[in-house]
T-cell receptor, first 117, second 112 residues
Framework: GAGVSQTPSNKVTEKGKYVELRCDPI?????LYWYRQSLGQGPEFLIY????????DSGLPNDRFFAVRPEGSVSTLKIQRTERGDSAVYLC???????????????FGPGTRLTVL | AQSVTQLDSQVPVFEEAPVELRCNYS??????LFWYVQYPNQGLQLLLK??????LVKGINGFEAEFNKSQTSFHLRKPSVHISDTAEYFC??????????FGAGTILRVKS
């Protein structure tokens, strides 16, 4: 079946610009997660949604970062006034549930590589 | 705070040799543990997971891992590696809440 998809696969932007990154989760998955992976590091948690609401946004680095999931499926990560330090691979994952059990296993998309010049 | 330490940043190994990638975590309570693999320019693929039950977990591509609660370790092993196993491997832990905490990764380089 279809996995998690992310668009675009690559995004190059200039410092100060606004960007949107999109994630399509696996059909039927209620939970959706965003992570950021900087060069040479493991992914770091940003935010996760249970349905339409953000259940935990403790990983968002500052108020330039915002994410939405208005219909409980597709999510968009929005970054305002981009900075060179925002350059990274942004990974999206989804899980069937977020109840603390075995069906919470997260499946990842291929990522969006963001480069801020 | 939950943390994960992958003790080796790179592991070179010859084809058909065994390999062990080490992972230690910090936690005083029950955890869920995962190994993911990342091939070049791709996302993360789940290799295996420990949720409960048997401490020896078998995953895809011939990999297995052993959960050791007393040593807070979850090392990944494969008895005979292939060139195609060359990738970066990430250990991760999930406790309360649903966010995964990842280690820094171990690059496995399989040489012919």
């Amino acid at each position: 079946g279809a996995g998690v998809s992310q668009t675009p696969s690559n995004k190059v932007t200039e410092k100060g610009k606004y960007v949107e990154l999109r994630c399509d989760p696996i059909s039927g998955h209620t939970a959706l997660y965003w992570y950021r992976q900087s060069l040479g590091q493991g992914p770091e948690f940003l935010i996760y949604f249970q349905g339409t609401g953000a259940a935990d946004d403790s990983g968002l680095p500052n108020d330039r970062f915002f994410a939405v999931r208005p219909e409980g499926s597709v999510s968009t990560l929005k970054i305002q006034r981009t900075e060179r330090g925002d350059s990274a691979v942004y990974l999206c994952a989804s899980s069937l549930t977020a109840s603390g059990g075995s069906t919470d296993t997260q499946y990842f998309g291929p990522g969006t590589r963001l480069t801020v010049l | 705070a939950q943390s994960v330490t992958q003790l080796d940043s790179q592991v070179p190994v010859f084809e058909e040799a065994p390999v062990e990638l080490r992972c230690n975590y910090s936690s005083s309570v029950s955890v869920y543990l995962f190994w993911y693999v990342q091939y070049p320019n791709q996302g993360l693929q789940l290799l295996l997971k420990y949720l409960s039950g048997s401490t020896l977990v078998k995953g895809i591509n011939g990999f297995e891992a052993e959960f050791n609660k007393s040593q807070t370790s979850f090392h990944l092993r494969k008895p005979s590696v292939h060139i195609s196993d060359t990738a970066e491997y990430f250990c991760a832990v999930r406790r309360y809440g649903n966010k995964l905490v990842f280690g820094a990764g171990t690059i496995l380089r399989v040489k012919s």
